[in-house]
């Protein structure tokens, strides 16, 4: 392996024979160049398809009322279903070893003015398990409290897009806005990655919010995320257990899907996951394919040097030569030329997944990338195939005898 005759012999070969070395090694670079771009793909992809369910909490549970299309229990169709507090206690308390976090929210559009500015903000009242299950990042102060929900504390937290338009200079934190006419502390600020419109939003205690509404204890929707212990199957059974005890409750049919509405992100990941496995094995059929090909090729191209050779291996025989010298020497110019052509591939592989970035968003391609575990393992297969396909031609050429490969043209 480290005799410098057998290098230079090696290396000499290569000079002497460009196009045979630059086809050899076209084969195994394109091979693993394609391979690395389609996986770069397929993981942008499943990043774009990640990205979209990770605007709200994954596992969450999402329950709202409109009216009802079909009579039931004696009661005429066309009902507006109304959920209360009571709605949200008992599913919040009946299973809760199937919750991570859950809260209720009273949803209104008011005026809300600070000095000379002023616009029209959705105003929402919930619990402080709203920050989870929004997946908010406070920027500046805090979130709401138990205590500020016990108290009906007049408190807001405010999105960074309403401190931008109605807070222009310095801090919010400790300002005053007037919220349709009450005056409300604002104790933190939100950034939220579902953008613009999300960071237009204020929250406030909806206690405080329902106190504000003659003490009305109406609900306009409940949010839940369950256990991510729960398997998809499991969280599916246990919305379908909610939807079915909402409707029982309020009287509405079990055949009305407009009623009560119970929708569950553990059937969208369910598909979901099922879509990325299909992309998966399509683009790893691909990619194995295209490896295929490059194994395929770069056999053939050997078979091709090493019968091209047949009267040198004679030659170098019949001056006393051994078979696994003649056999190591076209090992290794194989292996020098599979290892370089791929480095090539690789490297030209990630520079342009690299360079396309993320301007194939509008695609559904987001930050394509490839780990190097599956770069290295296409890597290492290729450099043993070519190991391989050097190896066979050149072990039947070194079986032959002297004479024999002399006579070959």
Known sequence: MFDLDRWREIFESIR??????VLSGFTVALGLYIFIVLFGIGTGLQNAF???????????????????????????????IVLKNDDYEQISTEDPEKLESSTPRYSANMTVKYGRESGNYQISGANPDEKIIENRNLTEGRYLSPLDMNRQQ??????????????????????????????????????????DFDERMITVPITTLQQLKKGSDTVSTIFLTYNTDLTPEQAIKYGEKVEKELKA????????????VVRNNAKNMDRTFQFLFII????????MGTLLAGIIGISNIMVYIVKERTQEIGVRKAI?????SIVGLIMQESIVI??????MGVGLGILTLNLIGDSLEKY?????SVGWGIVTAAFVSLVISGLIAGFVPAYRASRIKPIEALRSE
């Open 320 to 324: 006393g030569a051994k078979p696994s």
């Open 280 to 287: 998966t094995l399509i683009v790893g059929f691909i990619g």
């Open 338 to 343: 599979t290892v370089v052509s791929g480095l």
């Open 364 to 368: 559904f391609i987001m930050d394509p």
């Open 249 to 260: 409750k309020h009287k509405v049919s079990p055949d009305d899907e407009n009623g009560v």
């Open 50 to 80: 990640t990205q979209g369910f990770a605007r709200d909490a994954t596992n969450l549970i999402t329950i709202f009322t409109r009216k009802t299309t079909i009579a039931y229990g004696g009661l005429q169709s066309d009902r507006q």
């Open 16 to 21: 002497s024979n460009i196009l045979r070395t």
């Open 154 to 195: 007049k408190v807001a937290v405010i999105g960074r897009m309403v401190q931008r338009d109605l807070i222009k200079n310095g801090s919010p934190i400790g300002k005053d806005l007037d919220i349709n006419g009450t005056m409300f502390k604002v104790v933190g600020v939100f950034s939220d990655d579902g953008g």
